[in-house]
């Protein structure tokens, strides 16, 4: 087998990103077969007024497009290509949103990069260009923004569905399947997003900052594991606390 060569990527070589993600809302049912992720992008272009409008270019490998959608209008296939890296649409307004719907093949993906099936869970591996495997999008650390993801699974195979900020909702629908929705508040780059469906166990503990907040913390392993996550525990409650002394903020 030919070994694939390492890509090196110089900053003299650095250009700005020609359109900026303000949010991006994603949406994973998860089948033990396929995988269907559908997202939604607020997007901006970071040049006005131009005669003539950049166009648009995102990242995406291995990705089977669905349906594209600019402001609710699906796009024709004369409207867009699609090349083995990327997907580009040649005309756009200065702000929009683009809904695009792919099918992966985390069962199959043993690249590690991207979503992917390891033992009985989906776990992501995103850094540095792993977020290209998941759908198209500007996948590069410069392109920060707030993530919403809903997960969608089997309850029984997957009973603990993470991902990145904080927990808004959970629900259990028919044919035994549930749903959990994360938000994170603060912008991010796509090589930080993460996203966990199995089988897990967790310890609990609080941290209670310098104002009297109570803060819950919770540590999340495959079963059988759960007595090695003290220490872990004791790190982050320890690193906290370092926090607020060293910067005097929670």
Not at 68 to 75: E, S
Not at 96 to 115: A, C, Q, W, Y
Not at 153 to 173: C, F, H, I, K, M
């Amino acid at each position: 087998m030919k070994e694939e060569r390492a890509r090196t990527i110089y900053r003299r070589n650095y250009t700005p990103p020609n359109y900026r993600v303000t949010e991006i809302g994603l949406e994973f049912k998860l089948f033990e077969n396929e995988t269907i992720v559908q997202s939604k992008l607020k997007i901006e272009s970071l040049e006005k007024d131009l005669v003539k409008p950049n166009p648009l270019v995102l990242d995406g490998e291995q990705l089977e497009l669905l349906e594209i959608k600019l402001d609710g209008t699906t796009l024709q296939s004369q409207q867009y290509q699609i090349e083995t890296s990327s997907l580009t649409i040649p005309s756009v307004p200065e702000s929009f949103d683009l809904e695009i719907k792919v099918r992966i093949h985390p069962e199959k993906n043993t690249s590690l990069e991207g979503l992917y099936r390891s033992g009985t869970m989906f776990c992501t591996q995103c850094e540095a260009e792993g977020f290209r495997r998941i759908t198209y999008f500007p996948d590069r650390p410069d392109v920060m923004a707030r993530y919403k993801t809903r997960i969608e699974a089997d309850s029984e195979r997957y009973p603990v569905l993470l991902s990145n900020g904080n927990l808004l909702q959970t629900e259990d629908l028919e044919d035994g399947r549930h749903t959990a929705v994360w938000e994170d508040p603060f912008p991010k780059p796509s090589y930080l997003f993460a996203m966990v469906a199995g089988n897990l166990e967790c310890l609990e503990d609080r941290f209670t900052t310098q104002s009297g907040r109570e803060v819950l913390l919770k540590i999340y392993v495959e079963p059988g594991n759960l007595e090695r996550t003290h220490h872990a525990m004791r790190s982050l409650k320890e690193s906290m606390e370092w926090d607020e002394r060293r910067f005097g903020r929670e």
